[in-house]
């Protein structure tokens, strides 16, 4: 777990101009919990009026450590937790890590299951696709993409 505490000014000071420390420019803290960050980042802005002077960006927020935790699982276990690494695509996941596995223990699949999986996993792929075009309409207040990519979908 992360060890949080606050940032003083003065480790703030060599990342900003010294303009954000006279009244000049803006300190903004965007993130992790703004509409349009969708929770994955925090960016630290300095901001002259709607000019971004400095943008520090903070990475990471969906990190969850799953390769280690593969590590200590069976590699029927480990599959399971492929579904969490893209909430929007996990066929995607699962059939990477299936493909990897049947190349190290060389399985043949049938064709058809080939297949089967393939199109399975091409369909997901669209429905991610279509959320991330009615969530990117909603960030620039487009309701009506929004709803045509979700009846899509």
């Known amino acids: 777990m992360a060890d949080y ?7 703030l000071r060599h990342l900003v101009t010294e303009r954000a ?6 300190l903004l803290n965007m993130g992790p919990q703004h509409p349009s960050t969708h929770g994955v980042l925090r960016l630290l802005l300095e901001l002259d009026g709607e000019i971004v002077v400095t943008c520090i960006p903070d990475i990471g927020f969906l990190h969850t450590g799953v390769e280690k935790n593969m590590e200590s699982k069976m590699y029927q276990q480990a599959e399971v937790m492929t579904d969490r690494l893209d909430y929007l695509n996990p ?7 299936c493909l990897a596995v049947e190349k190290l223990t060389e399985l043949d699949v049938p064709a058809r299951a080939q297949a089967i999986r393939v199109i399975l996993t091409e369909l997901q792929r669209i429905s991610s696709h279509l959320l991330w075009l009615g969530t990117s309409g909603l960030d620039l207040a487009a309701m009506s993409v929004f709803l045509y990519a979700m009846r899509e979908r």
């Open 21 to 26: 420390f006279t009244g000049e420019t803006v």
């Open 91 to 97: 066929l995607g996941n699962n059939l990477t890590y």
């Open 5 to 11: 505490r606050a940032t003083s000014i003065d480790e």
